[in-house]
Structure formats: C-alpha cells, structure tokens
C-alpha cells in the first residue's frame, strides 16, 4: 500500500468511527459483559475494547468503571488496526515497537498482547478488542475464534445502536412534521367548517349563496394543494433517507450463538 492508499484508507477508518458518534462515557456499561467474556475466555489479567480516532485510544475495560483515554502514539492496538485476523506479542518488553512503551517498561509492565480488529460491515477497522497480562500466555487458536466472535458481538452491537440512533432521529423530525401539519390543517379547515355553518344559520339570497360556495371551493382547494405537497414531500424524503428494518434481518447473525468460522 503506497501512501496515498494509506491515508485514504486511513481517512475512511476515522470518518466511519465518527459517524458512530460514540459517547465513550456510556460504552463501560454496554460492554462490560463482553469486556469480562473475553478476560475469561483468553484467561488473562485483562480485556479491553479500544477505539482509535486521530491522535487518541478511548478504552473501555472491565477493571475500571470510567473510560480511559491515552495517546495513539502509546497504543499497542494501534497496530493491530492494520492487521486482517489478529496480532500477538507474546513478549512485549521484547519487541523493538514497544519495550519503551510507559505500559511495557520495568517489571510491573505488561508482557502479552493479543489484539483483533474491531471491522465494521464495509472493513474499517475502528479499533480492537485485546486481551494483555502480566507474564506469558499460550492461548489456543479455539480461544482466539472465540475471541473473534466476541470483537464481531461489539461492532455487531456498535451498528445496530447506529441504526437504531438513525430510526429514532427519523422519528422526531416526523413527530415535528406531524404537529407543524396538524397546525396548518387546522387554519383551511376551521374556515370550511365556519363558512359552512354561517350557511345553514343565515337565509342566504342566490348572491350570498354563491360567494359562500367560493369560499369554501377556495378554502378546500388550499387545503388540496396543501396535501398533495405533503404527499410530494414524503415521497421525496423516503427515496431520500428510506431506512429498512428488514437490512437488520438481512444481516448474517454475527452474534455469540453463531457457529466459529
């Protein structure tokens, strides 16, 4: 990939991580189940889900109860968000990328990492999902599928809250459209509904008679012109922003019940 390519690709990963519009605060508790599932499953000290913009690493964990954030230049994972399948370094302190990280360094630093990109539907990578510890491990390649599965859960659950954040979106603007209508109803109608009753109370010569029906003819074919352009306007916002529920049942299940690949 020359650089060009790189920073192409580079610029699709970011925009689809911002499109998500996360707020990091709320993420600890929607994922803390997966965070814990995947500690058990790789045995180890921790588990993180880590999401990279342009100059920061946002991490969710289970052994805390805040976000945390650090600088891309000091994430390990930053490397793993180039990678197809996964990346494991079973020494850390050992590799030349990262024994002077802050996290690496002395005795107490980590030793194993192994991370998975977190790949969304169209492949960017937003992130990953890791699991680090103290000492050496040995993870068998049955826990690592496993594994895969669980960063497929995040970005499985990451698109459908973007779904649903767009479905719910649609849902205000109609609630407003709805009451805007319901006051601009109201004005044509009121006055057929007045002209109408003046009608039948009053004794009314050929004349009057008359003026009355064009005035009703004139507030009814108002209200007509009005209702044909709210139907133009639907017709045109739903080619516009046409969002399908069905796309969620179209979507293979990527979820914890499917089988490993």
Not at 14 to 28: A, G, H, S, V, W
């Amino acid at each position: 990939m020359d650089e060009f390519e790189r920073k192409n690709a580079e610029y699709k990963r970011i925009k689809k991580l911002n499109e998500f519009d996360l707020d990091y605060r709320n993420l600890q508790t929607e994922f803390e189940g997966l965070i814990q599932l995947a500690a058990n499953i790789a045995d180890t000290e921790l588990s993180l889900i880590n999401l990279i913009d342009n100059y920061s690493q946002w991490t969710v964990t289970s052994n805390s109860s805040e976000f945390m954030q650090i600088n891309r230049e000091d994430s390990v994972c930053q490397y793993t968000i180039h990678t197809e399948e996964l990346m494991e370094v079973p020494r850390l302190d050992e590799d030349a990328r990262f024994s002077g990280n802050p996290f690496v360094k002395g005795s107490e630093g980590f030793k194993y990492y192994l991370g998975i990109p977190l790949k969304t539907q169209t492949g960017e990578s937003i992130g990953a999902l890791c699991v680090i510890d103290f000492k050496e491990k040995n993870i068998s390649s049955e826990k690592k599928k496993l594994l895969r599965l669980v960063a497929d859960e995040v970005v499985k659950r990451l698109e459908d809250k973007m779904k649903l954040d767009a479905l719910q979106e649609q849902l205000n603007k109609a609630i407003v459209q709805r009451n805007q209508m319901a006051h601009d109803v109201r004005g044509p109608v009121g006055g057929i509904l007045g002209l109408t009753v003046s009608a039948e109370n009053e004794t009314l010569d050929d004349g009057e008679f008359g003026m009355y029906m064009e005035m009703i003819k004139s507030s009814a074919s108002k209200l007509m012109d009005f209702t044909d352009d709210i139907l133009d306007k639907q017709k045109a916002q739903q080619k516009e922003n046409y969002f399908n529920l069905s796309e969620l049942k179209k979507t293979p299940s990527r979820s914890l019940c499917a089988s490993s690949p």
